[in-house]
């Protein structure tokens, strides 16, 4: 850490790594995924906003209506969740022809 400002009775300073495992650390693995998600906006928007509404922690809870959209989307999603190497381990379906594929 190093003071970044002083005044009498008051120093602020700011952390140039994050600790894991204390009570923002929700908070900040939240925003550290959105971020990740945000570099595919331009190629992959409506997967990456489908990623970030539904994405919590390591879990991905979405509905879609149509098989093929859910097979695009998930094919998508594990693309970009792979390259940043977020593994989403349960990809489930109750649709066992999804789950085929």
Request: charged content about 25%; aromatic content about 10%.
């Amino acid at each position: 850490m190093n003071c970044v400002h002083r005044k009498p009775n008051l120093q602020v300073y700011r952390f140039n790594q994050v600790d894991l495992g204390i009570s923002s650390s929700p908070f900040l693995l939240a925003a550290t995924i959105r971020r990740h998600f945000e570099k595919y906006e331009d190629e992959f928007l409506d997967t990456v906003e489908l990623l970030d509404r539904n994405y919590s922690y390591s879990d991905l809870i979405y509905s879609l209506n149509e098989l093929i959209e859910a097979l695009h989307f998930s094919r998508k999603g594990n693309n970009i969740t792979k390259a940043d190497e977020i593994n989403l381990r349960k990809w489930i379906s109750t649709d066992a022809n999804l789950m085929k594929q």
